[in-house]
Structures are given as structure tokens and as C-alpha cells.
């Protein structure tokens, strides 16, 4: 069993930038691939980059890249989600999850574990 929590959402005003943490407990993080979704109101759950466990290899989301980096510090059990540039349209509850699958992949099928979520909203 892996438990998430996902720390760091908040109210932040266009180009700015936000760094969300997701804190999992358990000896063996990492050895998970880890995930960053995202939902907006009305729309469906989106990737938006994951870090696999093996080798450490990033996957980002096309709407994404360039802007969000995803990174894990597997002595502190913690992934987390620098956000730069952002836009109205990042805002969504962002979720960090976690799964055996050997790359992070898009598919939110691939992850066994989500946290509780951390709502980001950026103004215009």
C-alpha cells in the first residue's frame, strides 16, 4: 500500500509559477513510477508528467512541456511538480500517482495509488 498527499495548490496570478509536492509513504518509492494528473471543471482527467522509478526517465504532456518540470527525491519519498508560466488554463485539481508500470505512462489505468488532490488557480 502507498498513501499520497499532494501539498503546495493555491491562487497565483498569470506567468507565475507554483511547485507542488506529493509526499508518499512506504520503504519502497522508488521503485514506483510516479504521475502528475490534472482536472479542470467539466473536463476529463489529463497527464501531465510522470517520472518512472527505474530509471528515473520523464514523460511530459504536450500542453505542458516547456513549463512544468517533474522531478523525485527518493530519500525524502517525494515527487514534485515545478510550475512556471502558468495559465488560467492550468487551473485544475492536480493529483500525484503512483504505479508499478516501467515508464510513466499516459494512462491513468497504469497508476494504483492517487492522492486526495491540491487545487491549482492561476487569474488572468
Known amino acids: 500500500q502507498v498513501q499520497l498527499e499532494e501539498t503546495g495548490g493555491g491562487l497565483v496570478q498569470a506567468g507565475g509559477s507554483l511547485r507542488l509536492s506529493c509526499a508518499a509513504s512506504?520503504?519502497?518509492?522508488?521503485?514506483?513510477?510516479m504521475a502528475w494528473f490534472r482536472q479542470a471543471p467539466g473536463k476529463e482527467q489529463e497527464f501531465v508528467a510522470g517520472?518512472?522509478?527505474?530509471?528515473?526517465?520523464?514523460n511530459n504532456g504536450d500542453s505542458v512541456k516547456g513549463r512544468f518540470t517533474i522531478s523525485r527525491d527518493n530519500a525524502k519519498n517525494t515527487v514534485y511538480l515545478q510550475m512556471n508560466s502558468l495559465k488560467p488554463e492550468d487551473t485544475a485539481v492536480y493529483y500525484c500517482?503512483?504505479?508499478?508500470?516501467?515508464?510513466?505512462?499516459?494512462?491513468?489505468?497504469?497508476?494504483?495509488?492517487w492522492g486526495p488532490g491540491t487545487q491549482v488557480t492561476v487569474s488572468s
Open positions: 500517482a503512483a504505479g508499478s508500470w516501467w515508464v510513466a505512462s499516459t494512462s491513468r489505468s497504469r497508476y494504483d495509488y
Open positions: 517520472i518512472s522509478g527505474s530509471t528515473g526517465t520523464i
Open positions: 512506504g520503504r519502497t518509492f522508488s521503485s514506483y513510477t
